[in-house]
Structure formats: structure tokens, C-alpha cells
């Protein structure tokens, strides 16, 4: 061991998102852009989902970068609109982000209570709230706007 | 010295940015305040970059420039989604304005390793030539671009 002064190594993670520091998260994929954080939140890993061309969104659903676009998308399989992030047994629920009014991150609960989310480019993981990925800078989440729930699908766990 | 005055080195990233503070990791300055500094961090590449333009090599400082911006816009987009944030990125502008010199190195970014580089490609040229079918499957669509170059010989 060198004489030298120790230093810190910080998760390149917890300095995007400080939210992350406080019940920390679990990578859960490795890093790919084959798909997003709706399709994640969809259960689906061959489409980058976002409602602006050329990338992929269903031809039923508006194809617009708003907040709406994204609550249609889920309603259109099944979801409805509801107050919280609090887990209800028999629901399976996401969230929709937003910053100034713009949706930025969709995040999908998994049956334990935690979340799971795609971040970007990068890799999947879990993480014990929907706040833990709150940031206002550029290119951040912002915060969660919206809570859509659907009864459970016991087939998918 | 040469008629066209001294040629001077491409920098790197880090070196174009070392004498001004970029966006620290984990602050959080807001939405405005942070565009702010990615937008001065890519006026230093622009000026690096036109300082060095050598009219003998000029392909060699718009490929050191293009490397610059698009390393600048991977390290900040990595977490995005938003591809609306993503386009509107200083860097990515900056890219969609070194025009038709940057096709060639987006088709080889999107070779090598695929990623968002659809909406500067049709914000240069005016063409999208991936199929409604191909819409949000990465590999498909950066194939589209790879093959839409291949009918014009730019690839």
C-alpha cells in the first residue's frame, strides 16, 4: 500500500442522481440503447419508445413529446390515472416524469414495492422510490407528474 | 512557416475544457444555469476547433471537432431519454452545423456503435430513409442510414 492520501470513489450513478445515495439502487442489465425506459416500463426490450419520428410509437397513440402522449400511451394497455406511488397489491403501476412540463423518464413498480427504470442509454435498475431519480439540471428526470396503475398480471411474475 | 501560417494541433476534450468549469457531477444548477454551461463549453470547441482550421487539412480538424462535440453530448445524454433534450443539446446543434462534412462521420459513428445520430443525419441532408417498420429498433434504423449512403456512394 503507497504512502499516499486515500481517496474516494464515487458512483459516477449517485452524482447524476443524489437521490439514489439515500437506499442506494441494484443494477439490474448491462448498458444498451436497444431500448428505452417506456419500453422498459412495458416489459419490452426490442424498441426505443418515444413519440417523435423516427423512433417507435404505436400508430393508435399520439405521436407528440407531451406528458399526455405518454399517459395515452399506458392507458392504451390498460392503465388509469392514480393518486400515488403507494403499492397496492392487486396494481402494477408506473410513473411518468417531467421537467418544465415535459416528459423526460417513465419507471415501472415491481411487485416488492421498489421500481424499476432504464436510464437512458445506459443500464436498468432498481430503485427504492420514484424521487430517488429527481434532478432539475438539463437532461434530467425533473420529477414524477404522473401515477398509472392496471390490476396485476399474474402470468408476468 | 507554411504559406497558410503555422498549423496548430487538434486539443482534446479535457484540454479545450480545463480552463473553465464545466458542470460539476452531482450538482444541481437547474435546467437554464446548466444549459448555460453546456452551451459556453461548446463555444470553447467551436473556437478551438476554428482557431486550428488549416485550410491544408481541414477534414482532419472538422473529424477532431466532430469527436469533441459528439463525446460532449454521449458523457451528458448517457441517462436521457427525452430525445427532444437530446437534439436540443448545444453539442448536437453544433454537429447539425458542421453540415455535409459530419455525414461521413456520423455513418461511421452509427457503424461502429449505433446510437441517436438520426435527427442530425436528417437535419443535414432533409432524408429519412427508415421504414415506419424499422421505427425504434436502433440496429434497424442505423442500418437504414448505412444503406440509404451505400445507394449514393457516400459510404
Known amino acids: 500500500?503507497?504512502?499516499?492520501?486515500?481517496?474516494?470513489?464515487?458512483?459516477?450513478?449517485?452524482?447524476?442522481?443524489?437521490?439514489?445515495?439515500?437506499?442506494?439502487?441494484?443494477?439490474?442489465?448491462?448498458?444498451?440503447?436497444?431500448?428505452?425506459?417506456?419500453?422498459?416500463?412495458?416489459?419490452?426490450?426490442?424498441?426505443?419508445?418515444?413519440?417523435?419520428?423516427?423512433?417507435?410509437?404505436?400508430?393508435?397513440?399520439?405521436?407528440e413529446e407531451t406528458v399526455d402522449a405518454l399517459v395515452a400511451l399506458f392507458q392504451s394497455l390498460g392503465y388509469e390515472l392514480?393518486?400515488?406511488?403507494?403499492?397496492?397489491?392487486?396494481?402494477?403501476?408506473?410513473?411518468?416524469?417531467?421537467?418544465?412540463?415535459?416528459?423526460?423518464?417513465?419507471?415501472?413498480?415491481l411487485s416488492t414495492g421498489a421500481w424499476t427504470s432504464k436510464l437512458g442509454s445506459s443500464i436498468d435498475i432498481e430503485h427504492a422510490t420514484p424521487e430517488a431519480l429527481n434532478g432539475r439540471g438539463f437532461l434530467h428526470y425533473g420529477e414524477p407528474v404522473r401515477f398509472m396503475k392496471r390490476p396485476r398480471d399474474p402470468s408476468r411474475y | 512557416m507554411s504559406r497558410y501560417g503555422q498549423i496548430r494541433e487538434p486539443r482534446t476534450l479535457s484540454d479545450v475544457l480545463k480552463d473553465e468549469p464545466y458542470v460539476e457531477a452531482g450538482e444541481d444548477l437547474g435546467r437554464a444555469t446548466e444549459l448555460e454551461h453546456i452551451t459556453r463549453a461548446v463555444e470553447r470547441i467551436r473556437q478551438s476547433y476554428e482557431k486550428s482550421v488549416a485550410l491544408t487539412d481541414r477534414r482532419r480538424f472538422v473529424e477532431k471537432a466532430f469527436e469533441m462535440y459528439a463525446q460532449l453530448w454521449r458523457d451528458d445524454s448517457?441517462?436521457?431519454?427525452?430525445?427532444?433534450?437530446?437534439?436540443?443539446?448545444?453539442?448536437?446543434?453544433?454537429?447539425?452545423?458542421?453540415?455535409?462534412?459530419?455525414?461521413?462521420?456520423?455513418?461511421?459513428?452509427?457503424?461502429?456503435?449505433?446510437?441517436?445520430?438520426?435527427a442530425v443525419l436528417t437535419a443535414i441532408t432533409h432524408e429519412n430513409p427508415i421504414r415506419p417498420e424499422e421505427e425504434g429498433d436502433i440496429g434497424l434504423m442505423s442500418r437504414a442510414w448505412l444503406r440509404w449512403a451505400e445507394a449514393r456512394r457516400i459510404w
Not at chain 1, 504512502?3 to 439490474?28: C, E, N, Q, S
Not at chain 2, 459530419?102 to 461502429?112: G, H, I, W
Open chain 1, 1 to 63: 500500500m503507497g504512502g499516499g492520501a486515500p481517496y474516494l470513489v464515487i458512483d459516477p450513478l449517485y452524482l447524476r442522481f443524489p437521490g439514489l445515495m439515500a437506499k442506494g439502487y441494484r443494477k439490474t442489465s448491462e448498458a444498451t440503447v436497444q431500448y428505452n425506459c417506456v419500453a422498459h416500463a412495458l416489459y419490452r426490450s426490442d424498441k426505443f419508445m418515444w413519440p417523435v419520428a423516427p423512433y417507435y410509437w404505436p400508430a393508435d397513440v399520439p405521436k
Open chain 1, 82 to 109: 392514480c393518486a400515488s406511488a403507494d403499492v397496492e397489491d392487486t396494481f402494477e403501476k408506473v410513473a411518468i416524469y417531467a421537467l418544465n412540463g415535459k416528459p423526460t423518464h417513465a419507471a415501472r413498480q
Open chain 2, 78 to 118: 448517457t441517462y436521457a431519454s427525452s430525445i427532444g433534450d437530446m437534439i436540443q443539446h448545444p453539442a448536437y446543434q453544433a454537429i447539425i452545423s458542421l453540415g455535409d462534412e459530419a455525414v461521413p462521420l456520423l455513418l461511421r459513428e452509427l457503424e461502429r456503435r449505433p446510437d441517436h445520430w438520426f
